[in-house]
């Protein structure tokens, strides 16, 4: 039989325990750790690349529990199952609030075991698989962000940079926006500056009563020419 891809470690300071479920996993998953404790088991953590944490709750010195809030903030993609000997099954479900992904109860059956390591491989595969189509579509839409952006961006820089004056006004005068070049050649440094000076004192006669025309016309919804 082919062994499947992902690695599993077991953490319990019962040496028995680790023995069986290292022989009913072993077959199974490419490759299987023991730890007999949390500092052994982080060192693990730390230098393989773990699928899979079976956790003992009650373990002399650190505790499952608190090794389990280690390995949520540190490796948020190892699925944990959490192991209890005790019957009452409050402290795992207590467990699963705080993040794990299930909990086997001692003793336990290694058809058991194996099943609740698939349903959590399932679930950590469909996160993972989220997290990776979340950042593809914010990395699509920061793209086609930028494409939209890029012609008004390129728009502006050539009216900036355009050594003919350019000002584009409101049918009521008011400026919109001036480049460089146009308030230069009239002497402004800014547009309100020169929306301080009356409107028909930019044109002479014969401008002004153009513009006046195509302001009328603009009013009226007839064509008129830029």
Not at 37 to 56: F, H, M, Q, R, T
Not at 98 to 115: C, L, R, T, W
Request: net charge negative.
């Amino acid at each position: 039989m082919n062994k499947r891809d992902e690695t599993i470690l077991i953490v319990d300071d019962e040496k028995g325990v680790r023995k069986l479920l290292m022989a009913d996993l072993s077959p199974i998953y490419d490759a299987c750790f023991e730890a007999a404790g949390a500092e052994e088991a982080l060192e693990i953590l730390k230098n393989n690349p773990v699928s899979i944490a079976l956790k003992d709750i009650n373990m002399p010195g650190k505790s499952g529990i608190e090794l389990l809030s280690e390995v949520i903030g540190g490796y948020p993609d190892v699925a944990v199952i959490m192991i209890s000997a005790v019957a009452n099954s409050d402290p795992a479900i207590a467990c699963m609030r705080q993040g794990a992904y299930d909990y086997v109860i001692k003793p336990f059956n290694s058809h058991e075991v194996v099943m609740r390591i698939e349903h959590a491989l399932e679930k950590i595969k469909l996160k993972i698989d989220n997290r990776a189509y979340q950042l593809h579509l914010e990395q699509k839409v920061e793209e086609q962000t930028g494409q939209l952006r890029s012609p008004e961006v390129n728009f502006r820089n050539s009216l900036e940079n355009s050594p003919i004056g350019i000002r584009i006004v409101n049918s009521e005068g008011k400026t919109i926006y001036a480049n460089r070049a146009f308030l230069d050649i009239f002497g402004y440094s800014n547009a309100t500056e020169l929306d301080s000076v009356p409107y028909d004192n930019l044109y002479t006669p014969e401008t002004y009563a153009a513009h006046q025309e195509r302001v009328r016309k603009d009013r009226l919804g007839e064509t008129v020419p830029s």
